[in-house]
């Protein structure tokens, strides 16, 4: 069963090692075919030097397993949430990788400071709030999902890809598998740049607005000119 989503969601994750966004198993990559409504994600703790497509499991979009003898990720209830609460998507990303999780953890969002961020965030890249007593008791990975989703009522998820969540860390999305690990790598070099940018300045302000919106939108939207037709 959906035997090319599976080779697509497990090259994905193993980019999470390639580009060095994990550490140990700390991150898991999902796809879904929106057409047949199932979900392909990681398995739970497994290594990434020992996956294998047969190791992805295959859920329904209520989470539950169709195919698969592992456990799939311990995030699952928040991947699920997040492709009902965001139609457009089709593969999302989570890691705890170094940059973006400092400011996770500092609760901060990630201001747009230069051209590398307007290229890929219509905006600052959003810090969740933190998590009530009861939502992280009860729920917790599904909770995850609202609370990002909460987030989201103030911007626009096809335009800012990726999110931080407080005290924990980020999940980004794309079209597919593919381009939602390709967005959790931006998002972690911006991280990185705008922690060197303010240490190296404290006082530096966001980018411009137009230019932020000309390197946005040559990338992005039907007037687009980057790259070839």
Partial sequence: MLETLKKEVLAANLKLQ????????????????????????KPSGVEYSDLTADDLVVLNLEGEVVEGSLKPSSDTPT???????FPNIGGI??????????????????????????????????????????????????????VIAETFQQHNYEQVPGVLVNNHGPFCWGTDALNAIHNAVVLETVAEMAYHSIMLNKDVNPINTVLHEKHFYRKHGANAYYGQS
Avoid at 114 to 142: K, N, Q, V, W
């Fill in 18 to 41: 390639e580009h060095q966004l994990v550490t140990f198993t700390w991150g898991n990559v999902s796809g879904i075919d929106r057409e047949k409504e199932r979900i392909v994600i």
């Fill in 79 to 85: 991947h699920v949430y997040l492709y009902k609460a």
């Fill in 93 to 146: 990303v989570h890691t705890h990788s170094q940059w973006a999780t400092s400011w996770a953890q500092s609760g901060r969002d990630i201001p747009p400071l230069g051209t590398t961020h307007a290229d890929y965030f219509d905006s600052a890249i959003p810090c969740t709030r933190e998590m009530y007593d009861e939502e992280i008791i009860h729920d917790y990975e599904l909770n995850t999902g609202k």
